[in-house]
């Protein structure tokens, strides 16, 4: 299976701030298609998750342009250009090119 | 407004069964793959299982593959999770979510509420 790895299990931000959240998988998660199946998730304090960015680096719908995601074959990146309060949650990567499989998980808190 | 809403969770007994639904609506249910993921407590995600449009192609994840049976009708716009001998590690919440899929490419767009399973004498 592909083991996805999230280095940074808390993340204090400081209202207004950047952050920066990677992502590394195991194999290079780069399809035939030339797009990268990796996705984020983020899953607020009591909630189901949501998706914030699909395929590497294109927005669902409804998601602030203060996401963005990035990154190509084995490392990825979230960033949030400004947090805001409401962004406090774990964030997810996962893949789905083979087996999908979930990072840990990254909890993103407000200083 | 798109809607998923699981039920069937409860309290049971280890080796016992229970049958998870998940009530779709404001789509196409028909026009969707679909899946169920878990995260037992204080934990993080895990995928279990997919099906395609008409139930005719499924997958899941080794540590569920013969327990578990992930199956819809698309007459009653409703998802299933049939899990049988169940053991205390399957203690989670179970999410169905929908799933976008083209060009062999996938992902979760939507999620339910999420239904609570405890296994435990």
């Known amino acids: 299976d592909i083991v996805m790895t999230q280095s940074t299990l808390s993340l204090p931000v400081t209202p207004g701030e950047p952050a920066s959240i990677s992502c590394r998988s195991s194999?290079?998660?780069?399809?035939?298609?030339?797009?990268?199946?990796l996705d984020w998730y983020l899953q607020k304090p009591g909630q189901s998750p949501q998706l914030l960015i699909y395929l590497g680096s294109y927005r669902a719908s409804g998601v602030p342009d203060r996401f963005s995601g990035s990154g190509s074959g084995t490392d990825f990146t979230l960033k949030i250009s400004r947090v805001e309060a409401d962004d406090v949650g774990v964030y997810y990567c996962?893949?789905?090119?083979?087996?999908?499989?979930f990072g840990q998980g990254t909890r993103l808190e407000i200083k | 407004e798109m809607q998923l809403v699981e039920s069937g969770g409860g309290l049971v007994q280890p080796g016992g069964s229970l049958r998870l639904s998940c009530a779709a609506s404001g789509f196409i249910f028909s026009n969707y793959y679909m899946g169920w993921v878990r995260q037992a407590p204080g934990k993080g995600l895990e995928w279990l299982t997919n099906?395609?449009?008409?139930?005719?192609?499924?997958s899941c994840v080794d540590s569920v593959k013969g327990r578990f049976t992930i199956s819809r009708d698309n007459t009653k716009n409703s998802l299933y999770l049939q899990m049988n001998s169940l053991r205390a590690e399957d203690t989670a919440v179970y999410y169905c979510?929908?799933?976008?899929?083209?060009?062999?490419?996938?992902?979760?767009?939507?999620w339910g509420q999420g239904t609570l399973v405890t296994v435990s004498s």
């Open positions: 099906i395609n449009k008409d139930g005719s192609g499924k």
């Open positions: 996962m893949q789905a090119l083979q087996t999908p499989t």
């Open positions: 194999q290079s998660l780069l399809h035939s298609s030339g797009y990268n199946h």
């Open positions: 979510a929908r799933i976008d899929w083209s060009l062999d490419l996938w992902y979760f767009d939507y």
